[in-house]
């Protein structure tokens, strides 16, 4: 039998932009193995090939960018990274541990929670729809923003608001995102994609060598790391390690599938 299913990241060349769009909207484009693989698998080629000269990273539908990791699939025990040990290591959603010379832009088209919100984090540039909301809620459901958002948030937000928004998971609007400079653009839906694809084409029409070292030197990207992450996600793997270990780490994700209020016993 055919499998009929749609893709689970779609790709869109408009000239020298490449558009990824991860593509589930009936789960909210929540993370799992597939869109890793395929958002992953977008980036290397979009660095790899001369002709892409901006990335827009967007989600499918009106409501949700990302909704972070799949939690019922967690709950379930399922594994939300490939097995490929090359691919693992562009991080979470294939992207938030793959730094790329080409610029990203985030088309936020709804809310981006937890490993969504990390995601634009990850991007340089980030326009929102005028209903959009970021947050990292992690602390919530037993976990913690491990996929590059508890230490990015620090330096892309005030480090007081970024702290306040970190530690009790609340969300922020898209208005907020811009008087804190985490948004470069906030427009209704509709206008969306045409003004992120603008700004692309604003950047794809500047000498793409340069835009690439630009990009390089500010964020001191070499060999596919960012120098001075390593500490970080060092810090990263140590305290997720611990913490996956705990009762707490499990009844989370257990008490969000189930709709349910969590029982902390911290240990």
């Not at 395929?38 to 979009?46: D, F, K, S, Y």
Request: hydrophobic share 50%.
């Amino acid at each position: 039998m055919t499998d009929t299913a749609a893709p689970a990241v779609l790709t869109e060349r408009q000239g020298h932009i490449l558009i990824v769009t991860i593509n589930r909207p009936e789960a909210r484009n929540a993370i799992n193995a597939a869109i890793h693989v395929g958002v992953g698998t977008a980036l290397e080629e979009a660095e790899n090939d001369p002709e892409v000269r901006v990335v827009i990273i967007t989600g499918a539908g009106e409501k949700s960018f990302c909704a972070g990791a799949d939690l019922v699939a967690l709950s379930r025990g399922e594994m939300l990274q490939p097995a490929d040990k090359a691919q693992q290591a562009w991080g979470f959603a294939g992207m938030t541990a793959h730094p790329i010379s080409k610029p990203i832009i985030a088309a936020v088209n709804g809310f981006a929670f937890g490993g969504g919100c990390e995601i634009a984090l990850m991007s340089d540039l980030v326009v929102a729809a005028d209903h959009a909301q970021f947050g990292l809620p992690e602390v919530k459901v037993g976990l913690f923003a491990a996929a590059g958002g508890a230490f990015r948030i620090v330096k892309q937000l005030p480090q007081k608001i970024a702290m306040e928004h970190l530690l009790t998971g609340d969300p922020f609007d898209a208005q907020a995102a811009l008087r804190y400079g985490f948004a470069n653009r906030v427009v209704p839906l509709a206008d969306l994609l045409p003004t992120a694809v603008a700004l692309a084409e604003k950047i794809a029409g500047n000498a793409p060598l340069s835009v690439q070292a630009s990009k390089r030197v500010a964020l001191r990207i070499a060999d596919g790391q960012i120098a001075g992450d390593d500490a970080h996600w060092a810090d990263n793997s140590r305290e997720r390690k611990k913490l996956m270990a705990s009762e707490d780490a499990r009844e989370g994700p257990l008490a969000f599938a189930q709709k349910r209020k969590p029982e902390w016993k911290a240990r």
